[in-house]
């Protein structure tokens, strides 16, 4: 049974479309995107620039503000459509069960205020706590994303924390109301290298342990090889392929997705004349979405009937692909 | 053969608040030779950048010696040298949009240097820049064309062509593809690795990511805290690492390969301020093997008997690795 159509999962996004209202026209920058993210399942939302990943992780909620954004279809949290839903009720769910993680910390910590209060604020005011539970709290919380001398640091101003703490404290907020979902939004793409690797880590051990949903959207597939379970890979603003991240790298479907895997240095033999595998041409503009297949002018597989009518999704069981001639899964093939 | 570029024991300082001295570049010896590329990799803020500059001459040394071309680039006589330095090399940058004029076209952008440098008439240059075009994959009508024109990485393929004007023997690529989509990417370091096969270019590589080093790098040299702290032809780096930076460097980056994700994170901790690096050696606070040694004195970068070089205090060079 795909995630999708699974009875309850905790998040199932569904017809999802965004637009934007721009000077020359509205655009349509998603197009009915269909996911969904289970219990104590992580799953990466991937692909390059402008296909459409954090517009989609905005839009969950309704953080996109509209206009000019137009959003359309549907969102279920925990059985509760969201799309369209009242503010109030979406503050509710973003404050304790929803926590998000974006790229630059800075933008989700107040400058004017201790980390620490940044923290129990949150636990005063969605978890209930009093004052100095909040305050003790907020402690313990720092300690569990690894900040030494948690009590002592609590007291620090947002600046005066390196980047890889700083992501660690918007990860304890995250955390504060244990929620059933967190949004990371390339939550590693501005740390270096070995602190990459730790807040990585930290998210995904929280996640496991929590039993929460982890949502990471990210461009890094090396990321999502090492700390997600499942794959939605998105070009142009559709949902192109879905598969668990062990099938996918194994056999993609999509001739997107398998460039992409390619194109990845270190990830598979270079060619022989030692260059990389690469896609040609680039991903059209919005404007420019073509109704069929929109890989198709970069596309080795196109065919006629690529360019003639908008592609269907195909679905088997955990994977889905938007393809006409995807490619088979070799290993099956082979009888092996 | 002498090399192209050569420094000893270069220096190069900011101010840093309140009088304090950032050492960005802290005693490093390097050598470009021709034809090859020489990576330098290492974590944000270790100095890369500004040591790939200042061996343009960019940035001004505070101290050391940098030859380019054989001939002495900082004394005060080495100025027709200094001369030949900015025709012979050039740089390439990690946002085309902030590097390349908003306001000129981009074929005003890649002729500029041979406006500066006095080369060719109008007509030539024309035809210079149209060559270049279609060199880097790009038809030679967008050369009226604005840069908000143009998508990440076709900019970069105006940036490449712009620094390939003077016909240069060194190009200086600062992270000329951490901003670009791995797709496009894959395009651009082809591109690169093309033109040094091409003209026998030498690159001085500076990035983050070590897969892409990896594959275009000759050699590479890695960075700690404003020093080299070890420097190995890329096989032997990538295959055999020595120093405990790099291995926990090699072993962070992630694989893309689902079979081998749980890897524990390799590191803890945080590279220090340059501001105020460790005593000793600067990675003593890091490292999983300091020992009292480490936290005294700095170990110095000694070779091999196949040139790997590496600054650590427990790495043995004699022996034969276990
Ligand atoms: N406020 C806006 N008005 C108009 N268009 C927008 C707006 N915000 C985003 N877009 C467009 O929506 C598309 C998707 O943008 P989005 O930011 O989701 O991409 P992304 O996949 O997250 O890319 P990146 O990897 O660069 O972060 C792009 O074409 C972008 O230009
Ligand atoms: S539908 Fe056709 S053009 Fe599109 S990805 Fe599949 S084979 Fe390529
Ligand atoms: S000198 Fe000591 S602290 Fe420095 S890298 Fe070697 S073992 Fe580690
Ligand atoms: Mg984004």
Redesign the pocket.
């Given at each position: 049974m795909s995630p999708t159509d699974s009875p309850d999962p905790l998040l199932h996004v569904d017809g999802l479309s965004i637009g934007f209202e721009t000077g020359r026209g509205p655009v349509q920058v998603v197009d009915a995107v269909r996911f969904a993210v289970r219990r104590g399942e992580a799953v990466a939302l991937v692909g390059e620039s402008g296909c459409g990943k954090s517009v989609t992780a905005k839009s969950i909620l309704g953080l996109l503000p509209a206009p000019p954004a137009r959003v359309s279809g549907s969102v279920r949290f925990d059985g509760q459509e969201l799309v369209g839903a009242a503010d109030r009720a979406l503050r509710r769910i973003r404050g304790a069960r929803v926590g998000f993680v974006f790229q630059d910390p800075m933008t989700a910590l107040n400058p004017v205020y201790r980390v620490g209060e940044q923290i129990a604020e949150r636990l005063r005011r969605h978890g209930g706590l009093d004052r100095k539970a909040a305050a003790q709290r907020a402690v313990e919380l720092l300690g569990q994303v690894g900040i030494p001398a948690a009590a002592e640091r609590s007291r620090a101003w947002p600046h005066e924390l390196s980047g890889g703490m700083r992501q660690r404290v918007v990860i304890a907020i995250a955390l504060a109301c244990d929620p059933d979902l967190v949004i990371a939004d390339e939550p590693t793409t501005a740390l270096d290298v070995t602190v990459q690797a730790q807040i990585m880590r930290l998210l995904r051990e929280a996640q496991r342990a929590r039993r929460m949903g982890l949502l990471l959207i990210t461009h890094d597939l090396g990321l999502v090889a090492r700390y997600v379970d499942r794959v939605v890979v998105m070009y142009a603003g559709q949902v192109?392929e879905q598969a668990p991240v062990e099938a996918l790298f194994d056999g993609a479907r999509?001739?997107?997705t398998r460039g992409l895997l390619q194109a990845v240095p270190g990830a598979v033999a270079p060619r022989a004349d030692g260059r990389l595998w690469s896609i040609p041409g680039a991903v059209p503009a919005p404007a420019d979405f073509p109704a069929?297949?929109?890989?198709?002018d970069r596309?080795?597989?196109?065919?006629d009937?690529?360019?003639a009518t908008p592609?269907p999704i195909s679905d088997a069981g955990e994977r889905q692909w938007?393809?006409?001639?995807?490619h088979v899964d070799e290993t099956a093939e082979a009888g092996t | 053969m002498t090399p192209l570029l050569e420094a000893e024991g270069l220096k190069v300082h900011y101010p840093g608040p309140r009088g304090a001295v950032v050492r960005a570049v802290d005693g490093v010896d390097l050598v470009l030779h021709a034809g090859e590329t020489l990576g330098l990799v290492g974590e944000s803020g270790c100095g890369k950048s500004t040591l790939g500059r200042a061996m343009l001459r960019l940035e001004p040394p505070a101290g050391g010696r940098l030859a380019a071309f054989g001939e002495d680039i900082i004394e005060r006589s080495g100025r027709k040298a200094l001369a030949t330095l900015r025709r012979r090399t050039a740089m390439i940058f990690q946002d085309p949009h902030a590097s390349l004029d908003p306001r000129m076209t981009v074929g005003q952008s890649i002729a500029e240097p041979l406006v500066v440098h006095k080369v060719g008439d109008r007509a030539s240059r024309a035809r210079r820049v149209a060559e270049l075009l279609e060199r880097v994959g790009l038809t030679p009508d967008v050369a009226d064309r604005r840069p908000h024109a143009f998508s990440g990485g076709q900019l970069q393929r105006v940036g490449i062509a712009r620094a390939l004007a003077l016909d240069p023997d060194v190009v200086v690529a600062d992270e000329p593809v951490s901003a670009l989509d791995v797709s496009v990417q894959a395009g651009v370091v082809n591109l690169l690795m093309d033109l040094q096969a091409e003209r026998g270019l030498a690159y001085l590589f500076v990035a983050h990511d070590l897969k892409v080093v990896e594959l275009i790098a000759h050699r590479v040299a890695v960075m700690y805290l404003g020093r080299v702290v070890e420097l190995a032809s890329s096989a032997a780096l990538f295959g055999a690492p020595k120093h405990p930076y790099t291995r926990a460097l090699l072993a962070a980056a992630p694989t893309p390969d689902p079979r081998r994700r749980d890897d524990p994170p390799a590191l803890a901790g945080e590279p220090p301020s340059p501001l105020d690096p460790p005593h000793g050696c600067a990675f003593h606070p890091r490292c999983p093997l300091a020992e009292d040694r480490c936290r005294a004195d700095r170990p110095a970068l000694r070779a091999d008997a196949a040139g790997h070089r590496v600054a650590c205090h427990l790495v043995s060079l004699d022996e034969p690795r276990a």
């Amino acid at each position: 049974m795909s995630p999708t159509d699974s009875p309850d999962p905790l998040l199932h996004v569904d017809g999802l479309s965004i637009g934007f209202e721009t000077g020359r026209g509205p655009v349509q920058v998603v197009d009915a995107v269909r996911f969904a993210v289970r219990r104590g399942e992580a799953v990466a939302l991937v692909g390059e620039s402008g296909c459409g990943k954090s517009v989609t992780a905005k839009s969950i909620l309704g953080l996109l503000p509209a206009p000019p954004a137009r959003v359309s279809g549907s969102v279920r949290f925990d059985g509760q459509e969201l799309v369209g839903a009242a503010d109030r009720a979406l503050r509710r769910i973003r404050g304790a069960r929803v926590g998000f993680v974006f790229q630059d910390p800075m933008t989700a910590l107040n400058p004017v205020y201790r980390v620490g209060e940044q923290i129990a604020e949150r636990l005063r005011r969605h978890g209930g706590l009093d004052r100095k539970a909040a305050a003790q709290r907020a402690v313990e919380l720092l300690g569990q994303v690894g900040i030494p001398a948690a009590a002592e640091r609590s007291r620090a101003w947002p600046h005066e924390l390196s980047g890889g703490m700083r992501q660690r404290v918007v990860i304890a907020i995250a955390l504060a109301c244990d929620p059933d979902l967190v949004i990371a939004d390339e939550p590693t793409t501005a740390l270096d290298v070995t602190v990459q690797a730790q807040i990585m880590r930290l998210l995904r051990e929280a996640q496991r342990a929590r039993r929460m949903g982890l949502l990471l959207i990210t461009h890094d597939l090396g990321l999502v090889a090492r700390y997600v379970d499942r794959v939605v890979v998105m070009y142009a603003g559709q949902v192109v392929e879905q598969a668990p991240v062990e099938a996918l790298f194994d056999g993609a479907r999509h001739p997107y997705t398998r460039g992409l895997l390619q194109a990845v240095p270190g990830a598979v033999a270079p060619r022989a004349d030692g260059r990389l595998w690469s896609i040609p041409g680039a991903v059209p503009a919005p404007a420019d979405f073509p109704a069929s297949c929109r890989f198709a002018d970069r596309c080795p597989r196109a065919a006629d009937d690529c360019r003639a009518t908008p592609i269907p999704i195909s679905d088997a069981g955990e994977r889905q692909w938007r393809c006409l001639h995807p490619h088979v899964d070799e290993t099956a093939e082979a009888g092996t | 053969m002498t090399p192209l570029l050569e420094a000893e024991g270069l220096k190069v300082h900011y101010p840093g608040p309140r009088g304090a001295v950032v050492r960005a570049v802290d005693g490093v010896d390097l050598v470009l030779h021709a034809g090859e590329t020489l990576g330098l990799v290492g974590e944000s803020g270790c100095g890369k950048s500004t040591l790939g500059r200042a061996m343009l001459r960019l940035e001004p040394p505070a101290g050391g010696r940098l030859a380019a071309f054989g001939e002495d680039i900082i004394e005060r006589s080495g100025r027709k040298a200094l001369a030949t330095l900015r025709r012979r090399t050039a740089m390439i940058f990690q946002d085309p949009h902030a590097s390349l004029d908003p306001r000129m076209t981009v074929g005003q952008s890649i002729a500029e240097p041979l406006v500066v440098h006095k080369v060719g008439d109008r007509a030539s240059r024309a035809r210079r820049v149209a060559e270049l075009l279609e060199r880097v994959g790009l038809t030679p009508d967008v050369a009226d064309r604005r840069p908000h024109a143009f998508s990440g990485g076709q900019l970069q393929r105006v940036g490449i062509a712009r620094a390939l004007a003077l016909d240069p023997d060194v190009v200086v690529a600062d992270e000329p593809v951490s901003a670009l989509d791995v797709s496009v990417q894959a395009g651009v370091v082809n591109l690169l690795m093309d033109l040094q096969a091409e003209r026998g270019l030498a690159y001085l590589f500076v990035a983050h990511d070590l897969k892409v080093v990896e594959l275009i790098a000759h050699r590479v040299a890695v960075m700690y805290l404003g020093r080299v702290v070890e420097l190995a032809s890329s096989a032997a780096l990538f295959g055999a690492p020595k120093h405990p930076y790099t291995r926990a460097l090699l072993a962070a980056a992630p694989t893309p390969d689902p079979r081998r994700r749980d890897d524990p994170p390799a590191l803890a901790g945080e590279p220090p301020s340059p501001l105020d690096p460790p005593h000793g050696c600067a990675f003593h606070p890091r490292c999983p093997l300091a020992e009292d040694r480490c936290r005294a004195d700095r170990p110095a970068l000694r070779a091999d008997a196949a040139g790997h070089r590496v600054a650590c205090h427990l790495v043995s060079l004699d022996e034969p690795r276990a």
